[in-house]
C-alpha cells in the first residue's frame, strides 16, 4: 500500500514526505538481506537483544557488521530501562522464550554512549555525562541478571554492558564481574585472530555459554574491522545540532527503520511513566518547533507477536496521550504539530499512516 500526502497540510508534507523515503530505503535494504539473515541466524543461533539509546547514531546493526533484523532493538531516550517496568519484561521474556523454543540463550547487550572527542557529543538525555550512563546501564544489567538468576528457562540468558563511542563507533566491553578495566575495540589491531578474541571474550565474561561466545564474537571482530574502516576513510564526525523535528512514541518494533542523526526523539518502549520522557521529548525539540514545525509520530507494530487491530489501538493511545500533553504543557506548540500515525509491518518492515 502506497503512504498517500494529499491530506498532508502544505507545511508538513516535506517532512512526511522524508520519514516515508526513510522507511522505504530501509525496507529495501531490509528485504535484501532477508537470505543472509536467516543463514545468520542458522549459523548464531543466540537471540541477541540490544538495549540502546533512541540517538540515530546507534546503527548497532551498521557497526556489528550483523545482518538487519538479526538484533533484537529496545530504544529509549538516553537508554534509560527499568526492568521493572512490566510492558519490558513481557517483551524482553518473549524474546528469551522464543530463544528458548530455538534451544539456544538469549544475550542482551545493554548499551551506553558517549564521545571520546566532545563531552557535548554524548548522550543528551544524560546531561552529556558518561558516568551517570554507565551507571544506568550497569543497575539496568544487574536488574535482569538478578531476575533471571533462579528462573529456571532451559535457555540461558546472559547479559553485558557495552559503551559506543560514537566518534568511531568503537565498542567498549565491561566485564561481568567489574574486576576488568573495560575493553575498548578501538586499541585492539584490525589483524587480531577470532581466537585471541575468543580468549578476551572468556576472560571478560566468563560465565557466559561457549555457543553464546562464539555468537558473541563476529559483534566484536566486525566492530574491529569497523573501526578501521571508520579511520582509513577520515569520515566527518556527526554532529549533533539537535535540529529533530519528530517525537516518536512507539513500541519497540515500531521504529526499527529510523536510525537516522538529528531528525528524531524516540520515546516508550514499555515505560509505564511514558509521558515523563514525552514531556522531556518536547523540551528539548521545542525551539525547533516553533521555527518550523514538528511531527508527533504514534507507531506500533504487527505481525507475528502481534495482530494488527491490537497494533491500531496502541497507536491511536499513543497518539491522543501525545496531543494531551502537548495541549496540556505546551499549548504554544499546538499549530506547528502534526500528529502522525503508523502501523508497522513487521515481515516488510514498511509502515503504513492511517
Ligand atoms: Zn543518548
Known sequence: MQNNTDGVPEIFRKKVERLIEINEAYAIQYFDQLLLLEAYKKKHPTRVV??????GRML??????TPLGYLHNFRNLGGQFNFGWKGLQSAFNYHV???SNDNSGCLAIVTY???EGDAKRGCKANNFDKVISIRGAERFARQIRTAYKDIGYPASVDVVVVGVETDEDALILHGENGDHQPVNLGDSSPTVSEKELLQKIRVLFPSMSTTMCVDFLPLIHNNIKHIAKVRKTKRPITELDHNEFVVGIGGSLAFDWFHIPNIAILVGQHNPNVERPIKSALEVIKPNAKKEGFILLSGASYGKHNPEAFALAEAKYYSRLGQELVKQYHPE????MYPMKILLNTETQKFKMF
Open 333 to 336: 506548540l499546538l499549530e506547528f
Open 60 to 65: 548497532f546493526a551498521h557497526f556489528t557488521g
Open 113 to 115: 554512549h558517549y564521545s
Open 50 to 55: 540490544v538495549f540502546k539509546c533512541s540517538d
Open 97 to 99: 522464550k522464543e530463544a
